[in-house]
């Protein structure tokens, strides 16, 4: 019963160093998002996929860029990381439709120094 | 834009007592109306929904009432346990659907 799985958990960049976030979900779901989330202020909506194949920005895209490899899968890279990044981020998924609940992973905890 | 503000937190109550979580919307139309719950060390989850005026949204002992006149969502709990402890967030969904807009959270911490 995994859900969405967000890896890895916790990580630790140095300034201008790239990662990865990877996310996947097993429940056939259209719909993929990345969050960030802050003290004070809330979700903030990074990228979205409405479907396999399409990507969109959201409210805060700078210095971020996705990949939505497969239906499963939803990837979320960081070029050239800075301090101002360092956040919870999390990926969700959900069916495609404005009563339709999004199903969120347990979050990545990333610092940089 | 759409927008939802929450009551600041964070809220503390003894166990027992009534919970009342405010929250008010602004959007074009009717939105679809959510409560999510998040946990220390977790992501968010569902808690409740309501998706048309006047429909009531319930799970686990909490209610919220989807208040057109007023554009409100406020969450309740007639009796709080220390295992509500977390941050709660409202959230809604427009009409012609695109994306999620989040209120900021209000941490609730049931003392003993």
Not at chain 2, 32 to 38: A, P
Not at chain 2, 62 to 91: I, M, N, P, W
Request: aromatic residues 12%.
């Amino acid at each position: 019963n995994a859900g969405v799985t967000q890896t890895p958990k916790f990580q630790v960049l140095k300034t201008g160093q790239s990662m990865t976030l990877q996310c996947a979900q097993d429940m056939n779901h259209n719909s993929m998002y990345w969050y960030r989330q802050d003290p004070g202020m809330g979700l903030r909506l990074i990228y979205y996929s409405a479907s396999e194949g399409t990507t969109d920005k959201g409210e805060v895209p700078n210095g971020y860029n996705v990949s939505r490899l497969n239906k499963r899968e939803f990837s979320l890279r960081l070029e050239s990381a800075a301090p101002s990044q360092t956040s919870v981020y999390f990926c969700a998924s959900s069916d495609f439709g404005r009563n339709q609940p999004q199903h969120f992973g347990d979050g990545t905890r990333l610092s940089i120094l | 834009g759409d927008s939802v503000t929450q009551m600041e937190g964070p809220v503390t109550l003894s166990e027992e007592a009534f919970l009342t979580i405010n929250c008010t919307y602004t959007a074009t139309g009717y939105p679809s109306l959510f409560w999510y719950v998040q946990y220390p060390g977790e992501g968010l989850q569902l808690l409740l929904k309501a998706t048309k005026a006047d429909d009531k949204g319930s799970n686990k002992g909490f209610e919220a009432t989807y208040r057109k006149e007023t554009t409100s969502f406020h969450l309740e709990k007639g009796s709080v346990q220390v295992s509500d402890s977390a941050v709660y967030f409202c959230a809604l969904t427009p009409l012609i659907y695109q994306k999620v807009t989040f209120g900021t959270g209000t941490k609730l911490q049931v003392i003993p």
